[in-house]
Each structure stands twice: as structure tokens, then as C-alpha cells.
């Protein structure tokens, strides 16, 4: 496995963390990095680059974010975020994957970025749905900004540190674990 394959991979996974937040806007970002050659794109994901894709994925982007400002809308979206992730989080990745066999492309696809996607837009469902639940939606517009600042942030961190955005998802999905298990009812019972 050369440098460029675990970089691309670093990428992919950044990307698919970021995917969690917001589905488009990592997907914009990839474009753009495409469009002024920041970063190449495997063959059969190029038409990424091209300034149709550039402007139809910052028109989604833009939408996506404004609607999670919407009271109720950023729920009703958050019931269909988990599996839109989950299928950009397996396309990043698959675009991103530089010089390994489809079989392990598809795989890392799947489970590093879909299961990246997926683990960290459930993870923020659940947090605007407290949201919503503790404060009656009132808070869910800082949250809306956070989880848009986020996905910014590790969109960018994806594209020009891959290797730091790596570490940076460890860290969220140590995270997700952690509070997965304080908020998880133990099975076992006290005698």
C-alpha cells in the first residue's frame, strides 16, 4: 500500500466523518477540490469536478444548511439524514480511494465511510432530538451551527491534512462510543 492510497483513505474517511453532519456540504467541498485540482478523484468519479456538479452541490448545500434552522424541518430532515449518510459516506469514499482492488475499495467504502456517515449522523439525530425534546426546539439552532461548523471544519481538515482528519474521527468515534455506553442501560442485573 503506497503513501497516496493511505492518504486517500485518511481522506475518504475525514469526508465521510464530515458527511455525518451535513451530506452535501462535504460533498461540495470534494467538488470543489476536484474542480481546481486539489485533489484528483478516481476516473469514474470525475464528473465531480465538473461545474455542473460544483453548482448543483452548493445549491444543495446551501439548502440543506438552511433548512436545519428551520424549527421541526431539522427534525424531519434528521429521519432521513441517517441513511443519506450512510450512502455519501460509501461514495466519498469510493471516489476518494486511490490503487486498491475494487473488493477492498468497496469494503473500506462500506464500512469506513458508510459506518463513519452513519455512526456520527445518528449520533447528531440523537442530539437535536434532545434538543428539540429539553428546550422545544430552541436550542436546535445552535446545534444546527455547530454541526455545521463541524462539517466545515473537517471537510477543509479532509482535504488538506487527510492524515490529521484521520486522527480527528478516531477521537469523535471514541467519543460516540463513550457516550453510547453512559447512555446505554446496562443488561445486567443487581441481586
Known amino acids: ?13 475525514g469526508l465521510s466523518a464530515s458527511v455525518g453532519f451535513r451530506v452535501f456540504l462535504p460533498l461540495f467541498a470534494l467538488s470543489l477540490a ?6 484528483q478523484l478516481n476516473d469514474s468519479w470525475q464528473w465531480i469536478g465538473s461545474s455542473t456538479a460544483l453548482i448543483t452541490l452548493g445549491v444543495a448545500t446551501l439548502v440543506e444548511i438552511f433548512a436545519y434552522f428551520i ?6 430532515l434528521d429521519t432521513i439524514s441517517v441513511p443519506l449518510a450512510a450512502l455519501a459516506g ?4 469510493l471516489s476518494t480511494v486511490a490503487d486498491l482492488s475494487p473488493v477492498i475499495t468497496w469494503a473500506l467504502a462500506i464500512i469506513a465511510g458508510g459506518g463513519t ?3 456520527i449522523s445518528g449520533t447528531a439525530s440523537a442530539t437535536r432530538l434532545t434538543s428539540t425534546a429539553t428546550t422545544g426546539g430552541i436550542a436546535n439552532s445552535l446545534v444546527s451551527t455547530v454541526e ?3 462539517s466545515i471544519v473537517m471537510a477543509i481538515v479532509s482535504i488538506f491534512l487527510p492524515l490529521l482528519a ?9 467519543i460516540i462510543f463513550v457516550l453510547y455506553k453512559k447512555f446505554t442501560p446496562s443488561k445486567t442485573k443487581n441481586h
Do not use: H, K, Q, R
Open 148 to 150: 455545521t461548523g463541524t
Open 34 to 39: 476536484a474542480y481546481f485540482d486539489v485533489w
Open 166 to 174: 484521520f486522527i480527528v474521527v478516531l477521537i469523535l468515534l471514541y
Open 90 to 93: 460509501t461514495a466519498v469514499m
Open 71 to 76: 424549527p421541526y424541518i431539522d427534525n424531519l
Open 117 to 119: 456517515a452513519t455512526a
Open 1 to 13: 500500500m503506497t503513501i497516496e492510497t493511505i492518504i486517500s483513505i485518511c481522506l475518504g474517511i
